[in-house]
């Protein structure tokens, strides 16, 4: 989508700090991190929200955890970690296009604000 954010950094036209990308997935360092690791790990189809996936977006989603489960291991946050989807705006999404973040390095407080 050309007016879309997170598909201009996946598709290199905004630059961004890449920690891994394969066919489906694109992760990249957030800008303002909420931890010591703060990863976004998004999937390069655009979809403004996890409202709009659908059956055949099963096993992209599978693997975002899987890459959030290597990159935990590979940034050393594997103690303890936390992967978020924060969906409209009410739960403070404001980017629209998919996104998890991965956040770690940090105790975290539950429930969560
Ligand atoms: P949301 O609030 O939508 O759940 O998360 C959006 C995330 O994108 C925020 O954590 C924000 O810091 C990050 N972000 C916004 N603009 C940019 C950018 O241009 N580059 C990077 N790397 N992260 C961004
Ligand atoms: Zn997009």
């Known amino acids: 989508m050309s007016d879309c954010l997170f598909c201009k950094i ?3 036209s905004i ?6 990308e394969d066919d489906d997935l694109f992760a ?3 800008v303002n991190p909420q931890a010591p690791t703060h990863i976004l790990v998004v999937p390069k189809s655009h979809k403004p929200t ?16 899987l890459v959030a489960n290597k990159l ?5 946050i594997d103690d303890g970690f936390r992967v978020v989807v924060n969906c409209g705006e ?3 999404q404001s980017v629209f296009h998919i996104h998890f973040h991965l956040l770690g390095g940090r105790s975290f407080m539950w429930p969560p604000g």
Do not use: C, H, N, Q
Request: proline share 3%; aromatic share 8%; glycine share 12%.
């Open 10 to 12: 996946i598709d290199g």
């Open 50 to 65: 996890l409202l709009e996936l659908e059956e055949s977006d099963k096993e992209t989603i599978g693997k975002v955890y």
């Open 15 to 20: 630059p961004s700090k890449k920690v891994y």
């Open 90 to 92: 009410k739960a403070g």
């Open 72 to 76: 935990a291991r590979e940034k050393g």
């Open 28 to 30: 990249f360092e957030d």
